[in-house]
């Protein structure tokens, strides 16, 4: 089975600071996402990399950034928090050709007070 | 037409009863689907993928209509466990090199009642 890991549950973040959110897959896959999930919404993506090191803009990249140093491990970045961040952050990966889905991990929900 | 859309619900079904979901699509090119079960503050969890015509899991059949860009999932039997949030995926549309970027719709609510 895929396994996506999510650094937190909960975080509470003041207004301001730098919040690294982390993510890490065992399945070898390619492709990694971060998306933000709020009632109404929907998910929308941030940012997604398909490959170490590379990395494009998703439908709502401002205020964040990502880094994918190792294949397993896709960070996001929210540079200086602000209270229109607090959401539920998922994490996703997806190999094995384009008729497999993507695999979430559990979420993080980001409140910025 | 947006790239995916579905009905937001909620279905409120009793035990054992047979519910239907639609959903559109603006892709014509789009070759793969999937459909995805997300409960309340939960991750959203991959439940069928699409690809041919349909596709059947016990309770569950999806079925792809490529003339009418639309796709649906029927559950038979329902059970108060299938109580969740039903989301329809499509690739995202003109991702280039992005190929695995998937949109997913905003879902449809599913209760069923005792």
């Known amino acids: 089975d895929v396994k996506v890991t999510q650094s937190s549950r909960y975080l509470v973040k003041r207004t301001g600071e730098k919040v690294f959110l982390e993510c890490v897959q065992d399945?070898?896959?390619?492709?990694m996402f971060w998306y933000r999930q709020d009632p109404g919404l929907g998910l929308r993506l941030i940012y997604f990399s398909y490959d170490v090191k590379m990395k494009e803009k998703g439908d709502i990249p401002e205020g964040y950034s990502v880094s994918r140093e190792k294949k397993e491990r896709f960070s996001l970045i929210l540079e200086s928090a602000s209270t229109n961040q607090t959401s539920m952050y998922l994490c996703?990966?997806?190999?094995?050709?384009?008729?497999?889905?993507?695999?979430f991990g559990p979420g993080t929900r980001l409140t910025v007070t | 037409r947006k790239e995916v859309e579905q009905d937001p619900g909620p279905f409120n079904v009793p035990e054992g009863a047979t519910v239907a979901f639609n959903c559109t699509y603006s892709n014509s090119a789009s070759q793969s689907f999937f459909w995805y079960r997300q409960d309340c503050r939960k991750e959203p969890k991959l439940l069928m993928s699409?690809?041919?015509s349909g596709n059947e899991d016990g309770r569950f059949t999806a079925q792809l209509n490529r003339a009418s860009q639309y796709i649906s999932l029927l559950i038979r039997d329902s059970k108060l466990s299938d109580s969740a949030t039903y989301l329809c995926v499509v690739p995202a549309r003109g991702s280039g090199a992005g190929s695995y970027q998937l949109t997913f719709g905003k879902g449809t609510k599913l209760s069923v009642i005792p």
């Open positions: 996703a990966s997806r190999g094995g050709g384009p008729l497999t889905g993507q695999y």
């Open positions: 399945m070898d896959h390619e492709n």
């Open positions: 699409v690809y041919s």
